[in-house]
């Protein structure tokens, strides 16, 4: 009876300290995605409050039109190629992380160092396309939306100075990665923080005009390009560049604990600093092109619904 009982005691220690040890290895994985979540649930919560109890117009439209989505990806075949590939590519480079021990930390420096070079270079070609949109000052930004991008910039801000901090600072690195590495990713990854969320609250407020915008639809695929790489960088800051281990200089400079307790408050602001862009370019994609929503003397839903309505009682009193 007794050496069932230790069997059965040694089994469950042995099943606790499985679980412990999966529990410390996705710990790091699964706090950036519980900040994340929470943001969202904000986010969620506060539209559900803020359009409780407001009516919409009825719509004459059958039910079959009201539920048809469409969406016109008109001038972004290249940068859906580009932006693509290099979202495979970024993914591919993750392996390396989970099979290297030292120069997993290489790999996934210079993976982070052509993703802001290149996210870089694409933010300023969209600023050049996307200037000459007409600007309208008084556009509807949602204000919710401009509150939350401004946080998480702060939030990657953070966590960039402090990681550029520790890379100036600190004294005879004992790791082998190039200090030149960390210094140009530190101040990369601030100058594209600050020109990307420039160029996202400046094109919320702008739209296409004239014929030729519509047709051309300028920026668009820089764009597109531009959506996914921010995609490709939260997916490898959430399983790879945010993670203690691979910031050996950070480490070696404020020390393990403090360095953890920054990366606490600043990682998941930063994480979700590109999910969220990503949301916004998606809006900008789709609604900076759309020509039927402006005010500029084009029709919008609810009277093109109701001139549909006019036209069809039209139609059927010329039959009778």
């Known amino acids: ?22 529990e410390s290895a996705v710990n790091v994985y699964l706090y950036p995605c519980l900040i994340e979540y929470s943001l969202i649930s904000l986010t969620i919560f506060f539209l559900m409050w803020r359009n409780v109890g407001k009516t919409r117009e009825p719509s004459f439209l059958r039910f079959g039109d009201r539920h048809i989505f469409t969406v016109n990806c008109a001038r972004a075949s290249r940068g859906l190629l580009i932006g693509g590939i290099i979202l495979l590519l970024t993914i591919l480079t993750l392996i390396p992380t989970y099979l290297l021990d030292n120069d997993a930390i290489t790999v996934t420096h210079i993976t982070e160092l052509v993703l802001l070079i290149v996210s870089l270079f694409i933010v300023c070609m969209s600023f050049m396309h996307t200037t000459k949109l007409y600007h309208n000052p008084n556009g509807h930004v949602d204000a919710f939306d401009r509150v939350l991008i401004l946080i998480t910039t702060f939030g990657d801000f953070a966590y960039s100075f402090f990681g550029l901090f520790a890379s100036i600072f600190v004294v005879r690195p004992k790791n082998e990665l190039p200090i030149g590495i960390e210094i140009s990713i530190g101040f990369l990854a601030i100058l594209q923080t600050f020109l990307q969320t420039g160029f996202i609250l400046d094109t919320l407020k702008r ?32 399983l790879s560049a945010k993670k203690v281990r691979l910031n050996p200089i950070q480490v070696e400079y404020y020390d393990a604990g403090t360095w953890a307790i920054i990366q606490a408050f600043t990682s998941p602001l930063s994480i979700f600093y590109r999910f969220h862009s990503s949301v916004c370019l998606a809006d900008i994609w789709q609604e900076v092109y759309n020509d039927n929503g402006n005010n500029d003397g084009r029709r919008s839903i609810g009277q093109y619904e109701r001139q549909r309505s006019l036209n069809m009682n039209d139609i059927q009193d010329s039959e009778h």
């Not at 007794?2 to 606790?16: E, H, P, W």
């Not at 790489?229 to 959430?238: E, F, G, K, M, R």
């Open 1 to 22: 009876m007794s050496a069932t009982t230790q069997s059965g005691t040694g089994l469950n220690r042995n099943t606790l300290d499985i679980i412990k040890r999966i």
């Open 207 to 238: 739209h296409v005009k004239t014929k030729i915008e519509i047709r051309n639809k300028p920026g668009r695929e820089t764009i597109t390009a531009l959506l996914l790489i921010n995609l490709a960088i939260w997916l490898h800051d959430s």
